[in-house]
């Protein structure tokens, strides 16, 4: 079984930065796609950023321009890198790995998910 970590959520001021990681225990990663969802309370839960096995990224609305997803996949790893953080902002952010993984039929893991509250 895949397990997701994530790390790096917390408290944090309007304008300010954090940086969001998300480690994989299986070496599978390479090939899959990740992404960075998020879910504030009382709403559903939203895509924020995706990229794929090749590279190429893919971004909400909303956090174009301020947010930045990458990957290592020597490391197994996907971060999130957020600045000019704002209130809307707040939320439960996921880490997500998904793809035809282990053959035909499509595999999806999720993280257990990790705070994000910008507040002053």
């Known amino acids: 079984q895949v397990q997701l970590v994530e790390s790096g959520g917390g408290l944090v001021q309007p304008g300010g930065s954090l940086r969001l990681s998300c480690t994989a225990s299986?070496?599978?990663?390479?090939?899959?796609?990740l992404g960075w969802y998020r879910q504030a309370p009382g709403k559903e839960r939203e895509l924020v950023a995706t990229?794929?096995?090749?590279?190429?990224?893919n971004y909400a609305d909303s956090v174009k321009g301020r947010f930045t997803i990458s990957r290592d996949n020597a490391k197994n790893m996907v971060d999130l890198q957020m600045n000019s953080l704002k209130p809307e902002d707040t939320a439960v952010y996921y880490c997500?790995?998904?793809?035809?993984?282990?053959?035909?039929?499509?595999?999806?893991?999720w993280g257990q998910g990790t705070q994000v509250t910008v507040s002053s």
């Open positions: 997500r790995m998904w793809g035809h993984l282990w053959g035909p039929n499509v595999s999806d893991y």
């Open positions: 299986s070496s599978i990663f390479s090939i899959a796609t």
């Open positions: 990229t794929s096995s090749g590279g190429s990224t």
